[in-house]
């Protein structure tokens, strides 16, 4: 049989799972029923589809008042048992239809996390973690795409978290970085994360899982999550594995410095003249979104204001860190789909901050000169794109994680009829029936 680097991910998962389920030790008592402990208070989930669920598990104090923009903060526990079978809201956003997005009001209230797992168990199950993308402004874990009951009946105790989007999440200014006094700042979304992987690591054995064997996986701003977490300092040791699907690679990320320009300037357009934080944390949320809707959309991804590159969430950038090898030694799949980018992408915003897509390519590719000066297609050129911007930057972290010698599963290249963005994300979660129709097709590897 011929070696090939390139699967589709329902097979890199197949196999992760495979390796993950090996060799697993029995540490906890059997779970049997909907109500468990853990370091915090009692809950109380469900059963659903043959699978135990809890939905909206607060994994850290609310981020609202004194504790916007700061790191998120321990939960208080609490007393008598929680309900834990209605999902928590969603973090501030404008409002859109959208697949990734789940029920409910946004509020700057909303640092929940949600479990699926088996319903009973007599040995530790794997972990699997998963951060949701919508272009760190949009999506929430309460999404029905989302939803963890096929990973959960295949023996996975799978977790999906809420992280703050948007200039909640991501967001510097002299006035934070003053009050820090030498602590992190600028991406909260990220140190959310963080936070709820800190939470897997203290509770998820009361719930049947190994806090031993979590694997992070995401997709689009959730796989450039991943990337970021691979590299972060404050992440290591956190988990066992990593899956990041569609995680991009050539977008523009900003310094500390930056943001903290483009932040007062935000600041400006809210209406705060005072440089205090009391005074940016008496915005009102709503304005805040009202006034930042009005950019293109996923120009706050693209213009790169996030992530930024704080010196301690974030060091450096993705592509740095993994061609320095400084990213975490442990087993990674990475991958794109064969066209992840419709023709409209991306928005005039971009050329705005970036080269113009021709002199992006050829920056990148000298060797292409030829061809981009040559008549092409739309869809040759829009495939052109799609291997500049995110096929050879992936292939690139991936052979630099393999050179490094750290352990590596395949990387993969999915094909669709068309394979556009978020399409696997119907493979994984088995929620083939909900699949636009222009996205149906059989999965093919190169």
């Given amino acids: 049989m011929k070696s090939n680097p390139f699967f589709t991910p329902t097979i890199c998962f197949m196999v992760f799972l495979g390796v993950l389920s090996t060799n697993i030790v029995l540490q906890a008592s059997q779970i049997s029923q909907t109500t468990i402990r853990t370091r915090s208070g009692v809950i109380s989930g469900s059963i659903e589809n043959g699978v135990l669920v809890f939905k909206g598990i607060p994994f850290a104090q609310p981020p609202i008042g004194v504790l916007r923009w700061r790191p998120p903060q321990p939960v208080k526990p609490w007393k008598g048992v929680r309900s834990a079978t209605e999902w928590g809201p969603v973090c501030m956003q404008e409002r859109k239809i959208d697949p990734g997005n789940g029920p409910g009001e946004p509020s700057e209230d909303c640092l929940t996390l949600n479990v699926f797992g088996p319903p009973t168990t007599k040995t530790l199950h794997p972990?699997?973690?998963?951060?949701?993308?919508?272009?760190?402004?949009?999506?929430?874990?309460?999404?029905?795409?989302?939803?963890?009951?096929?990973?959960?009946?295949?023996?996975?105790?799978?977790?999906?978290?809420?992280?703050?989007?948007?200039?909640?999440g991501f967001f510097a200014h002299p006035a934070l970085t003053r009050e820090a006094?030498?602590?992190?700042?600028?991406?909260?979304?990220?140190?959310?994360?963080i936070a709820a992987l800190k939470w897997?690591?203290?509770n998820i054995a009361a719930f049947g899982g190994d806090a031993g064997k979590v694997t992070i996986f995401g997709e689009s701003a959730g796989g450039i999550s991943?990337?970021?977490?691979?590299?972060?300092?404050?992440?290591?040791?956190?988990?066992?594995?990593?899956?990041?699907?569609?995680?991009?690679?050539?977008?523009?990320?900003?310094?500390?410095?930056?943001?903290?320009?483009?932040?007062?300037?935000?600041?400006?357009?809210?209406?705060?003249?005072?440089?205090?934080t009391e005074a940016l944390r008496k915005i009102p949320a709503s304005a805040i979104?009202?006034?930042?809707?009005?950019?293109?959309?996923?120009?706050?991804?693209?213009?790169?204001?996030?992530?930024?590159?704080?010196?301690?969430?974030?060091?450096?950038?993705?592509?740095?860190?993994?061609?320095?090898?400084?990213?975490?030694?442990?087993?990674?799949?990475?991958?794109?789909?064969?066209?992840?980018?419709?023709?409209?992408?991306?928005p005039p915003s971009l050329e705005?901050?970036?080269?113009?897509?021709?002199?992006?390519?050829?920056?990148?590719?000298?060797?292409?000169?030829?061809k981009v000066n040559s008549k092409r297609t739309s869809s040759q050129i829009l495939r052109s794109r799609n291997r500049h911007l995110l096929?050879?930057?992936?292939?690139?972290?991936?052979?630099r994680h393999l050179c490094t010698g750290s352990p590596s599963r395949p990387t993969y290249c999915w094909s669709t009829s068309p394979p556009l963005h978020t399409a696997p994300n119907y493979h994984t979660f088995s929620r083939l029936t909900e699949v636009p129709f222009s996205q149906r097709g059989p999965a093919t590897h190169a």
């Fill in 200 to 202: 897997v690591r203290h």
């Fill in 391 to 399: 096929l050879l930057p992936t292939m690139h972290a991936a052979h």
């Fill in 352 to 370: 705005s901050r970036a080269p113009s897509t021709r002199n992006f390519l050829l920056s990148y590719a000298p060797n292409m000169r030829r």
């Fill in 226 to 276: 991943v990337n970021n977490l691979m590299i972060s300092p404050l992440a290591r040791g956190l988990f066992r594995a990593a899956i990041a699907e569609s995680s991009f690679g050539r977008e523009r990320t900003e310094t500390l410095a930056e943001a903290e320009t483009s932040g007062t300037q935000a600041a400006h357009r809210w209406g705060v003249t005072s440089e205090t």
């Fill in 289 to 346: 979104i009202a006034v930042d809707a009005k950019d293109q959309p996923f120009s706050f991804f693209l213009d790169g204001h996030v992530p930024i590159i704080d010196g301690q969430v974030v060091p450096e950038s993705v592509m740095s860190g993994f061609s320095a090898g400084h990213e975490a030694a442990v087993p990674f799949i990475i991958g794109v789909n064969e066209l992840e980018l419709p023709p409209a992408f991306p």
């Fill in 127 to 168: 972990v699997m973690v998963f951060f949701h993308g919508g272009g760190f402004t949009q999506g929430s874990a309460s999404a029905a795409l989302f939803d963890g009951t096929y990973l959960a009946q295949q023996g996975v105790v799978l977790v999906t978290c809420n992280y703050r989007l948007g200039r909640f």
């Fill in 181 to 193: 006094n030498g602590g992190p700042v600028a991406n909260y979304g990220l140190m959310d994360q």
